[in-house]
T-cell receptor
């Protein structure tokens, strides 16, 4: 079963507008973590934001925020005031289990975002 | 700050040839990983290591072997390359959970491998 689902292969947004990239996840573990990574055309993986399952508030990092809806099992990334440099592939990932011991990250298939002038 | 370094960055192989990808990290991380990235499939875990001298299989381990003789290095080997192994390979490392807060992965820049 797909643990991380990103249903938008591609998204378009105009510069300075906000955009939401969707991510849903599947887990029966009460303790988990959700990540978003950015992959620009140069290929490197850049960590953007993290949300723990027990975090009371939605995570924010500058122009990035994570819209965490636990009951719906969704962890959408919101980018405010898009910039041309935001054009990239974006991956959602999940770590299951508590913070003790080893857990792997499972990635979604990604969403390619294109920001137009 | 070097972080996670992968060598080589690019390689072209013929079917049946062997090669080794080297990953080195200078952050004293316990955990290290090898992922492959293919179009439309995201990143899939090949093998991982929870410490020096240990390795374990991930989601797609067939056709690959790994070794972690030193804490800072994690090697990925292809004994007999196949065209299906054409991919971009990423090495990553992370803290032992408890030292870091999130289990965030720190990635290398990737290695593009083509098997003809």
């Amino acid at each position: 079963a797909q643990k991380i689902t990103q249903t938008q292969p591609g998204m378009f947004v105009q510069e300075k507008e906000a955009v939401t990239l969707d991510c849903t996840y599947d887990t029966s573990d009460p303790s988990y973590g959700l990540f978003w990574y950015k992959q620009p055309s140069s290929g490197e993986m850049i960590f953007l934001i993290y949300q723990g399952s027990y975090d009371q508030q939605n995570a924010t990092e500058g122009r990035y925020s994570l819209n965490f809806q636990k009951a719906r099992k969704s962890a959408n990334l919101v980018i405010s005031a898009s910039q041309l440099g935001d054009s990239a592939m974006y991956f959602c990932a999940m770590r299951e289990g508590s913070l003790k011991g080893f857990q792997k990250l499972v990635f979604g298939t990604g969403t390619r975002l294109l920001v137009s002038p | 700050n070097a972080g996670v370094t992968q060598t080589p960055k690019f390689r072209v192989l013929k079917t049946g040839q062997s090669m080794t990808l080297l990953c080195a990290q200078d952050m004293n991380h316990e955990y290290m990983y090898w992922y492959r990235q293919d179009p439309g499939m995201g990143l899939r875990l090949i093998h991982y290591s929870v410490g020096e001298g240990t390795t374990a299989k991930g989601e797609v381990p067939d056709g690959y072997n790994v070794s972690r003789l030193k804490k800072q290095n994690f090697l990925l080997g292809l004994e007999s390359a196949a065209p299906s192994q054409t991919s971009v390979y990423f090495c990553a490392s992370s803290y032992t959970l408890g030292q870091g807060d999130t289990g965030e992965l720190f990635f290398g820049e990737g290695s593009r491998l083509t098997v003809l």
